[in-house]
Structure formats: C-alpha cells, structure tokens
C-alpha cells in the first residue's frame, strides 16, 4: 500500500486522551481535564433551538451565516470592545471556532511558512498550522512573567518564511490574559516584519481582573488581523458548534470560499439558538462568570494551602499550578495522581515544552468536586 499523509501521520494523537481513556475505566473520578462548562445551555438559549426545530428551520443558511446573526456578533465587538467589522463582508459563522481557526490558517499561508506560537498554548493550534501545509515556530513563555509573551523572543524566531503570529487570550492552559502593551508591541512587530495576526478569542467573556482586549480594536491591528470567537465557553454551548470569525474583507472572502466547499455552513438551529444567546442571554452569562470566578478563588487557595505554587488565572476556567516542589514530572504526577487519588489533571507538557512542570486543572466543574479534588491533591502530596 502507498504510504498516507505523512503530515498527518507525523502528528501525534492528542496528549489529553490518554488520560481520559484511563479515568474512564475507573470509579469516583474527579475530572478537573475537561476544557468545557459543566453548565448546561441556559434555558432560553436551549428553548430557541426547540422553537427552531419546531418551525422547521432545519435546512442550510446562507454559507456565511444567517445576516441577522452577524449583524448581532459584529454589533457585540463594536460596544464591547470598539472593533468594528462589516457583517456582509467581514464576519463569517463557522463550525466551531476551530474549524475558523482551520480556515484562516488555510488562506493566510502557503506550504512551508511559519507561524510563531507562543507556548503553552491549546494543543490544536501547532498542529492546526501543520495541517494547512506551514511550520510552528514554538516560542516559550514564563510562569515568572505570568506568561506574558516575551515579544523581543517572539522577534528573534522571526525568519523570511514568518508569515503569522498565533496567539489565544485569555489562554488555554494558562489562564494568562495579555496585557494591553504587550499586545500593543505585538502589533508594532507585526507592522515591522509585514505579518499577520490571529487572535483566538474564544474566552474573551471569562475575564475576571480587569477588560479584555480583542486584538482587532489595536492601532494598527485591523488589517492584518484575524479575530476568532464563538459560543462554546461563556454560553455554554460547546455542543452546538457555532463560531465566528471576524477579518478584513480579503481575508474573510477567501475563507468564505473554503467554508463554501467544506462546511457549507454553520448548523441551522445552532444559529438560531446564537441569535438568542447573544439578543437575552447576557442575564445567563454574567451568572455564570461570577460562578467560575468564585471557583477560581476558592480552587487557586485550596491548590496553594496543599503545598502548590499556583499564580491566580486572570481568564479562562484554567489553573496551571507548578509540580516542581513534588520532584515528579509533569507525566508522572499526572498519571499518579489519577491511579492512587482518582483526579484526572493534564501534564502541561501536552501543551509545549515551556508547560514542563506544571499540570492543568479545569475548574469548570462544580464547586464541592473542587474542594473534594484539593483535599486529594493535598493528600498526595503528603504521601510523596
């Protein structure tokens, strides 16, 4: 037989899974790996979509997304955030925001162009840019920085063939949000080295010190930039696979044009269902941040009393404690922790060479789960 993609075969399987296929032939496990609410879609949201179905909307909408939807996501970053983008030409609803990410990949680069990715980062973005034909340039950033992107690093990884600057903020793992001026300094790199810029955004709402900035509204940013959002972490509404994606025209023609031959569109009722979240649900969403930034509190306290070194996350539902002190690596910690105190965590190693020693904890779980899972870690770690 001729051999496969060798791209695809080159990439290994996500790091997460493992863990996931041992906790589930286990009992009593605490799972503190799951990037996703354990909120479900709040009611008006979910009653949208009944009605939708109700009345039939089950076919295909326009490839680019229903027009009253988009008008909606390019109204939201306009008072929110003051970037501003033409719902019939600038704004496209996608499958997810991964399948965004995909699709600007795709358009922006050509084979064997480089995207510069500051890690740890979301385990799909290197391997995202592999599979649109370019080359991750991985650059590390530090917990003593708060992961803040170290943008003179980022200048030295640029070469001829640097086509892009990825980044995710609020982040996964880290919960890091980038500061304004290290965003503000990103955009004047990419000014100088003529690069663009994609900004995933997806945890944009769970910011809990202080205002996001979506990269799209920086001086100078606009044209050179793609911003990706979606429905999936603030609504709750991982499920029903509705993303966006806002750029300048050019761009967000092409990626039409991709869109038109593989996805078609965004699910019909999931649309819909948007339409609501982002006309009512506002009540919803500020409910349920204030729920996650109370786990936060309560979860970076716990994870520090048991003897973690634990900067507090300033976004997302993610705490990315340092394991250093246990003298394990990130790997065994991980898998000992789930076999001898039934916690599932994710080595942050998964996420890049600069997540070594540290691990993930989601604290999108319920609060008493939380508290339950501290008290597990803490008497793991006495037994070490």
């Known amino acids: 037989m001729k051999p496969l993609n060798s791209t695809i075969t080159a990439i290994p399987p996500s790091g997460i899974r493992r863990f996931f296929d041992i906790a589930a032939e286990m009992d009593d496990v605490i799972s503190l790996g799951v990037g996703e609410p354990d909120f479900v879609t709040p009611w008006r949201i979910r009653e949208a979509g009944i009605y939708a179905l109700e009345r039939g909307y089950t076919t295909y909408t326009g490839n680019a997304g229903l027009p009253r939807l988009r008008e909606l996501i390019c109204a939201d970053l306009a008072s929110r955030y003051d970037a501003r983008y033409d719902p019939a030409t600038e704004c496209l609803v996608t499958t997810g925001v991964s399948e965004g990410l995909d699709l600007a990949l795709r ?104 205002t996001h900035t979506c990269l799209g509204a920086v001086p100078g940013a606009r044209e050179r930039t793609v911003v990706l959002g979606g429905f999936s972490k603030a609504q709750a509404m991982t499920g029903w696979r509705v993303g966006w994606l806002a750029a300048p025209a050019p761009i967000a023609e092409l990626c039409l044009r991709v869109h038109q031959y593989t996805m078609l569109c965004a699910p019909h009722v999931s649309q819909m269902a948007a339409v609501e979240a982002l006309s009512n649900a506002e009540p919803d969403v500020a409910e349920m941040v204030a729920d996650y930034d109370r786990r936060r509190r309560v979860f970076v306290k716990g994870l520090r009393e ?68 501290v008290e597990r870690i803490g008497n793991f770690l006495r037994r070490l």
């Open 107 to 210: 358009v922006l680069l050509d084979p064997g162009e480089e995207v510069i990715v500051p890690e740890p980062c979301y385990v799909a973005y290197q391997p995202c840019v592999s599979f649109a034909g370019g080359t991750p340039v991985g650059v590390p950033t530090r917990a003593e920085d708060g992961f803040a992107i170290d943008v003179a690093a980022v200048e030295a990884a640029v070469t001829p063939r640097t086509k892009a600057i990825l980044i995710g903020s609020p982040a996964n793992p880290t919960g890091a949000v980038q500061p304004p001026e290290v965003l503000r300094a990103l955009v004047a790199l990419a000014e100088r080295h003529d690069l663009y810029l994609l900004s995933d955004e997806i945890y944009d709402r769970l910011t809990y010190d202080g």
């Open 306 to 373: 048991a003897g973690l070194e634990c900067p507090e996350p300033a976004g997302a539902f993610y705490a990315f404690p340092s394991i250093r002190s246990s003298g394990l690596d990130a790997e065994t910690f991980a898998e000992r922790l789930l076999r001898e105190e039934s916690v599932a965590v994710v080595p942050g190693t998964v996420f890049g060479p600069s997540g070594a020693g540290h691990i993930r904890c989601s604290y999108a779980t319920a609060l008493p789960q939380l508290e339950q899972a």
